[in-house]
């Protein structure tokens, strides 16, 4: 089914839920109140053409008058999950809005364009998770809390940490200082390969938490599946307890590799919701790609900046030099423009500024191709998705 959100947002789904039952069957076409075509609407607050048949998912809509002011105008309806999301125009009009609305409105659309995860088997509600996140891989933990104070302040409301970052107390220490309510925070982190097992995973988790300072965490990963196979399904059923027991209200997996995803399916209750892996133009991983969309499951991009080793490429600049941005910049709207979840790092504020710069601006069909062209299977961090 084909529809277009005439001048609504692809805010992909809302960052506080509404429920199912409260969505209207799909319209053929969404009119919102007038706004002057002008006023340059965009992805992430903007128009959509949604085409790809799939699951249903929720989209909360709002329309932004940019230059006079803001006017919202929400809306949920249940419409096919889409994996090509097509903006109309930009979101910000640089001839007429000041940098304070700038900042504004980028700050809005941060705060709420998100996917949905599901896990399926568990009766449990969809999880919304912000479309774009700081990572604080390996950062101290003075340098974590400085970075996530910054981010909290912009409006990042994901952070995505790990056990074997070191860093959990001082992600948690940073989200208390900030004074924001927990529940508007979207915290992810991730069981290591030492404390895979049944028992150790639980005990893992509680340890995250503990050093988190907090209740519950939005995302619990694996991190890998770096552990022979009847340990890996050991694991993933004390992560189906740590779910049902709401120490989590989402699971997933990262670095899972396809024969990785069907073992655990042949053998789970709860389907992941997520896989985190490596992804950007130089490593489209399409084979996993497709995969995890026919399964409904969303992909997550560590690593969208090739960790800098990439940021010169010839194509990157020239597409970057288009659209007066960055090169970093282009692989962070890449990724959103895949619907892919992605965590940039950086411990450096205008970086940490830049990176989440990108909802004023869109790549077309054809800049989209190129950077897809440029796919080599390079990758930059390391690639557990083959191990046996």
């Given at each position: 089914m084909d529809m277009k959100l005439?001048?609504?947002?692809?805010?992909?789904?809302?960052?506080?839920?509404?429920?199912?039952?409260?969505?209207?069957?799909?319209?053929?076409?969404?009119?919102?109140?007038?706004?002057?075509?002008?006023?340059?609407?965009?992805?992430?607050?903007?128009?959509?053409?949604?085409?790809?048949?799939?699951?249903?998912?929720?989209?909360?809509?709002?329309?932004?008058?940019?230059?006079?002011?803001?006017?919202?105008?929400?809306?949920?309806?249940?419409?096919?999950?889409?994996?090509?999301?097509?903006?109309?125009?930009?979101?910000?009009?640089?001839?007429?809005?000041?940098?304070?609305?700038?900042?504004?409105?980028?700050?809005?659309?941060?705060?709420?364009?998100?996917?949905?995860?599901?896990?399926?088997?568990?009766?449990?509600?969809?999880?919304?998770?912000?479309?774009?996140?700081?990572?604080?891989?390996?950062?101290?933990?003075?340098?974590?809390?400085?970075?996530?104070?910054?981010?909290?302040?912009?409006?990042?409301?994901?952070?995505?940490?790990?056990?074997?970052?070191?860093?959990?107390?001082?992600?948690?220490?940073?989200?208390?200082?900030?004074?924001i309510p927990r529940e508007e925070i979207f915290i992810t982190t991730k069981l290591w390969n030492s404390d895979h097992g049944y028992a150790n995973t639980l005990q893992a988790c509680d340890h995250s938490l503990k050093e988190l300072g907090v209740d519950y965490v939005d995302l619990?990963?694996?991190?890998?599946?770096?552990s022979p196979p009847s340990i890996r399904l050991d694991t993933w059923r004390a992560m189906e307890m740590i779910l049902k027991s709401g120490k989590a209200r989402s699971i997933g997996v990262s670095n899972y590799g396809i024969h990785h995803l069907k073992e655990l399916f042949s053998n789970c209750e709860i389907r992941p919701s997520i896989n985190q892996v490596e992804l950007h133009p130089f490593n489209v991983r399409k084979d996993i790609v497709d995969f995890c969309r026919k399964e409904n499951i969303v992909l997550e991009a560590y690593s969208p900046l090739t960790r800098g080793a990439r940021l010169n490429e010839p194509a990157l600049k020239k597409i970057a030099k288009e659209h007066r941005k960055t090169t970093a910049q282009i692989l962070i709207r890449w990724c959103v423009q895949k619907e892919f979840v992605t965590i940039p790092k950086s411990a450096k504020p205008a970086r940490i500024l830049e990176n989440s710069q990108v909802f004023d601006f869109e790549l077309s069909e054809a800049e989209m191709s190129q950077l897809d062209s440029l796919d080599e299977g390079w990758v930059v961090a390391w690639d557990p998705t083959k191990a046996q």
């Amino acid at each position: 089914m084909d529809m277009k959100l005439g001048c609504f947002p692809s805010v992909i789904s809302p960052r506080s839920s509404w429920p199912l039952h409260a969505a209207p069957s799909v319209p053929s076409m969404i009119t919102p109140p007038s706004v002057p075509l002008s006023s340059h609407l965009s992805y992430g607050i903007a128009s959509a053409l949604i085409d790809h048949p799939g699951r249903c998912t929720l989209i909360r809509a709002a329309v932004v008058k940019a230059g006079w002011g803001v006017y919202s105008c929400r809306s949920t309806v249940r419409v096919p999950f889409s994996h090509r999301f097509r903006p109309a125009a930009s979101l910000f009009s640089r001839e007429r809005a000041t940098p304070m609305e700038d900042q504004d409105v980028n700050r809005k659309a941060l705060e709420e364009t998100c996917l949905t995860l599901t896990n399926a088997g568990h009766g449990g509600p969809p999880v919304s998770i912000p479309i774009i996140g700081l990572g604080v891989y390996l950062m101290n933990n003075n340098t974590a809390f400085k970075a996530v104070s910054h981010a909290l302040q912009l409006g990042y409301r994901h952070i995505d940490t790990a056990h074997l970052y070191g860093n959990e107390r001082a992600v948690g220490d940073a989200i208390r200082a900030s004074k924001i309510p927990r529940e508007e925070i979207f915290i992810t982190t991730k069981l290591w390969n030492s404390d895979h097992g049944y028992a150790n995973t639980l005990q893992a988790c509680d340890h995250s938490l503990k050093e988190l300072g907090v209740d519950y965490v939005d995302l619990y990963l694996v991190h890998s599946p770096l552990s022979p196979p009847s340990i890996r399904l050991d694991t993933w059923r004390a992560m189906e307890m740590i779910l049902k027991s709401g120490k989590a209200r989402s699971i997933g997996v990262s670095n899972y590799g396809i024969h990785h995803l069907k073992e655990l399916f042949s053998n789970c209750e709860i389907r992941p919701s997520i896989n985190q892996v490596e992804l950007h133009p130089f490593n489209v991983r399409k084979d996993i790609v497709d995969f995890c969309r026919k399964e409904n499951i969303v992909l997550e991009a560590y690593s969208p900046l090739t960790r800098g080793a990439r940021l010169n490429e010839p194509a990157l600049k020239k597409i970057a030099k288009e659209h007066r941005k960055t090169t970093a910049q282009i692989l962070i709207r890449w990724c959103v423009q895949k619907e892919f979840v992605t965590i940039p790092k950086s411990a450096k504020p205008a970086r940490i500024l830049e990176n989440s710069q990108v909802f004023d601006f869109e790549l077309s069909e054809a800049e989209m191709s190129q950077l897809d062209s440029l796919d080599e299977g390079w990758v930059v961090a390391w690639d557990p998705t083959k191990a046996q």
